[in-house]
């Protein structure tokens, strides 16, 4: 199946510094790209959907200043945590897809994101 | 709103072994269901999918069926490996692409 990569795999940071997440698709081309966060032992959360090219649209809830979302290219999108604290810390997804459709998105492995 | 509530883990299981995970939901009207496995150091995957009411979806030895009437998408297995060591998360959708994940259940097999 289609291979979707993260980088960082795990990354620790102070408080008050951004981070920044890549979600590649290596593969296939991504018209629309997910970002997903999970706290422990729940569900995952929709944080926002990019399309290449267009602006982000975050879910309710979302700081969209906070949690940046880049979708330059149709094989990246970034996600930036700026001024990240400690309740930012969670476990990042991102999934990628083409025509939006939900039965082909494919999934990265995840970020550990730890702000100290 | 729309939500998923799948059986708490961990749970632990001989080679062989039967495995049933349940899944239920809340939603307004009938949603397509999926069951997503994640294994160690991967990202989720698609592993079965039902679209609308009495639907079975199967893949790898696995099955659900969607009951209407019990708002309900559980997993079975008739006999599990080692391999089928992962993370399981139900999941529902309304012809859209968000998804709406119930939180996961750990799955550990052994030998």
């Known amino acids: 199946g289609a291979v979707v990569s993260q980088h960082p795999s795990w990354v620790i940071c102070k408080s008050g510094t951004s981070v920044k997440i890549e979600c590649r698709s290596l593969?296939?081309?991504?018209?629309?790209m997910f970002w997903y966060r999970q706290f422990p032992k729940q569900s995952l959360m929709l944080m926002a959907t990019?399309?290449?090219?267009?602006?982000?649209?975050?879910e309710q809830g979302v700081e969209k200043d906070k949690f940046l979302i880049n979708h330059a290219s149709l094989t990246l999108s970034t996600l930036t945590v700026t001024s990240a604290h400690p309740e930012d810390s969670s476990f990042y997804i991102c999934?990628?897809?083409?025509?939006?459709?939900?039965?082909?998105?494919?999934f990265g492995p995840g970020t550990r994101l730890t702000v100290l | 709103g729309n939500s998923v509530t799948q059986m708490e883990g961990p749970v632990t299981l001989s080679e062989e072994a039967f495995l049933t995970i349940n899944c239920t939901y809340t939603?307004?009207?009938?949603?397509?269901l999926f069951w997503y496995v994640q294994y160690p150091g991967e990202g989720l995957q698609l592993l079965l999918k039902?679209?609308?009411?009495?639907d079975k979806g199967s893949n790898k030895g696995f099955e659900a069926t969607y009951r209407k009437e019990t708002t309900s998408f559980h997993l079975e297995k008739g006999s599990v490996q080692v391999s089928d060591s992962a993370v399981y998360f139900c999941?529902?959708?309304?012809?859209?692409?968000?998804?709406?994940f119930g939180a996961g259940t750990t799955v550990t097999v052994r030998a």
């Open positions: 999934s990628a897809s083409w025509r939006g459709r939900t039965d082909t998105q494919y």
């Open positions: 990019s399309n290449e090219g267009s602006k982000a649209t975050y």
């Open positions: 999941a529902l959708t309304f012809n859209d692409y968000k998804l709406s």
């Open positions: 939603a307004t009207g009938y949603p397509s």
């Open positions: 039902a679209t609308k009411a009495d």
């Open positions: 593969d296939f081309q991504a018209t629309t």
